[in-house]
């Protein structure tokens, strides 16, 4: 069972900026494509980015495409979400989620992970 933990929420204010890490303690995540979701009150949890097991490819949504960048350091064991230019639509709770061997496709699925950590609130103020 893979453990996920995310850290580095927090409070920012609009245009701010917030690094969003996620590591595990017990297995490479080079196996696994990790990707990055949020879900806001009321709303359905939606796929950020995500960066491929094999070949680092990266994908992101369209709300967040140069603002957003999705990396990872294998020798930490850990995938980062580098945040940048945040606005209060921002807002959210975000997971990372882990899908062995993932290679990108329908990265923005929920049901494609197999791992999901336990969230970690992002607020933005205007």
């Known amino acids: 069972q893979l453990q996920l933990v995310e850290s580095g929420g927090g409070l920012v204010q609009s245009g701010g900026s917030l690094r969003l890490s996620c590591a595990t303690s017990?297995?490479?995540?080079?196996?696994?494509?990790i990707g990055w979701f949020r879900q806001a009150p009321g709303k359905e949890r939606e796929g950020v980015a995500c960066i491929s097991s094999r070949d680092d490819s990266t994908y992101y949504a369209d709300s967040v495409k140069g603002r957003f960048t999705i990396s990872r350091d294998n020798a930490k064991n850990t995938a980062y979400l580098q945040m940048n230019d945040l606005k209060p639509e921002d807002t959210a709770v975000y997971y990372c989620?882990?899908?062995?061997w993932g290679d990108g496709t329908l990265w923005d699925a929920p049901r494609e992970y197999d791992y999901w950590g336990q969230g970690t609130q992002v607020t933005v103020s205007s």
């Open positions: 017990q297995y490479s995540l080079d196996y696994y494509a």
């Open positions: 989620a882990a899908d062995l």
